[in-house]
C-alpha cells in the first residue's frame, strides 16, 4: 500500500504591486510550492483585481496547468469574488476550456446554474464539485447525502464543513469511510477543532489529496506544507 499522500497547496493569484501582467508574484509563489513538495496547486482566482487581462493570466499559467485546480470562490462561499453567480460561470466556462488537472466548481452554482450544468454534461471535463459549511458540521445522515447528490456531476466530490469540536473532526473522517468507492472524496473541517480532520483525511479515507498553505493559512486551520510534510513523514515508519 501507497503511503504517498498528496499535498495541494491554495496558492492566490493576484496582480504584482505595480500592476504588471507578468504574475511574478504569483509564478514565483508556485513554484516554491512545488518545490517544498506540493504536488498540486489551487489557484484562487478570486484574488484578482481586473479581470480583463484573465485570458494573458491563463496563457501564463498554462504551463503549470496540469498541476492545477482553478478555483472562482464567491463572497458567499468565504472567497473574494463578488456574488455574480453569472459572471463567476463566464469564467468558470473559460477555465473548462482551458484544461487544467481540475476545475473546483461550487455545488450550490452547478446545482442551480444552466450554463454551467449542461457545459459539464456536454463537455465532460473534469470537474471537483465542491461544498462548504461555514457555521458548523452538520449531521452524518445529511453529509452522506450532500456527498450523494454532488457525485451526479462527478467522482470528484469536496466537502468542508467547520468544526466546533473534536467530534466534528471524527464526524467527517467516519465519512471518507462510508462513501462508495467509485467516489473520490476529500471531506475536512475548518478551525482548530478540524485540523485533525485536515491531516487524516487521507490516511482513514481515500482522499485523493488534501491542502496546504504557503506561508500564512488562506482557510482556517489550514497547516503549512512544511507542517503537512512532517507529520506524514512521522507517519511512514510507522506504515500509516
Given at each position: 500500500?501507497?503511503?504517498?499522500?498528496?499535498?495541494?497547496?491554495?496558492?492566490?493569484?493576484?496582480?504584482?504591486?505595480?500592476?504588471?501582467?507578468?504574475?511574478?508574484?504569483?509564478?514565483?509563489?508556485?513554484?516554491?510550492?512545488?518545490?517544498?513538495?506540493?504536488?498540486?496547486i489551487?489557484?484562487?482566482?478570486?484574488?484578482?483585481r481586473?479581470?480583463?487581462?484573465?485570458?494573458?493570466?491563463?496563457?501564463?499559467?498554462?504551463?503549470?496547468?496540469?498541476?492545477?485546480?482553478?478555483?472562482i470562490?464567491?463572497?458567499?462561499?468565504?472567497?473574494?469574488?463578488?456574488?455574480?453567480?453569472?459572471?463567476?460561470?463566464?469564467?468558470?466556462?473559460?477555465?473548462?476550456?482551458?484544461n487544467?488537472?481540475?476545475?473546483?466548481?461550487?455545488?450550490?452554482?452547478?446545482?442551480?446554474?444552466?450554463?454551467?450544468?449542461?457545459?459539464?454534461?456536454?463537455?465532460?471535463?473534469?470537474?471537483?464539485?465542491?461544498?462548504?459549511?461555514?457555521?458548523?458540521?452538520?449531521?452524518?445522515d445529511?453529509?452522506?447525502?450532500?456527498?450523494?447528490?454532488?457525485?451526479?456531476?462527478?467522482?470528484?466530490?469536496?466537502?468542508?464543513?467547520?468544526?466546533?469540536?473534536?467530534?466534528?473532526?471524527?464526524?467527517?473522517?467516519?465519512?471518507?469511510?462510508?462513501?462508495?468507492?467509485?467516489?473520490?472524496?476529500?471531506?475536512?473541517?475548518m478551525?482548530?477543532?478540524?485540523?485533525?480532520?485536515?491531516?487524516?483525511?487521507?490516511v482513514?479515507?481515500?482522499?485523493p489529496?488534501?491542502?496546504?498553505?504557503?506561508?500564512?493559512?488562506?482557510?482556517?486551520?489550514?497547516?503549512?506544507?512544511?507542517?503537512?510534510?512532517?507529520i506524514?513523514?512521522?507517519?511512514?515508519?510507522?506504515?500509516?
Open positions: 500500500m501507497s503511503t504517498k499522500r498528496k499535498l495541494c497547496a491554495s496558492i492566490p493569484v493576484a496582480e504584482d504591486n505595480d500592476d504588471s501582467k507578468n504574475l511574478e508574484s504569483t509564478l514565483n509563489k508556485i513554484n516554491e510550492a512545488l518545490n517544498m513538495g506540493a504536488d498540486i489551487e489557484c484562487r482566482f478570486d484574488y484578482l481586473d479581470f480583463e487581462n484573465l485570458d494573458h493570466y491563463l496563457d501564463i499559467l498554462s504551463k503549470y496547468k496540469d498541476k492545477c485546480i482553478y478555483t470562490r464567491p463572497e458567499n462561499e468565504g472567497g473574494k469574488f463578488p456574488n455574480d453567480p453569472k459572471k463567476r460561470a463566464e469564467i468558470i466556462d473559460n477555465f473548462i476550456h482551458r487544467p488537472f481540475l476545475v473546483d466548481i461550487e455545488y450550490n452554482l452547478i446545482s442551480s446554474n444552466d450554463l454551467i450544468a449542461d457545459l459539464v454534461e456536454n463537455e465532460n471535463p473534469r470537474i471537483l464539485v465542491s461544498w462548504h459549511d461555514f457555521l458548523q458540521t452538520p449531521e452524518f445529511y453529509l452522506l447525502e450532500q456527498v450523494k447528490n454532488m457525485q451526479i456531476y462527478s467522482p470528484l466530490v469536496k466537502i468542508v464543513t467547520t468544526a466546533k469540536s473534536i467530534d466534528d473532526s471524527i464526524k467527517i473522517l467516519s465519512l471518507n469511510r462510508s462513501i462508495d468507492t467509485h467516489i473520490n472524496l476529500v471531506a475536512f473541517a478551525g482548530e477543532m478540524g485540523v485533525l480532520s485536515r491531516v487524516l483525511c487521507t482513514v479515507g481515500d482522499a489529496f488534501t491542502y496546504a498553505s504557503l506561508g500564512a493559512a488562506i482557510a482556517p486551520g489550514q497547516l503549512s506544507i512544511d507542517q503537512m510534510k512532517s506524514y513523514d512521522l507517519f511512514k515508519s510507522k506504515l500509516v
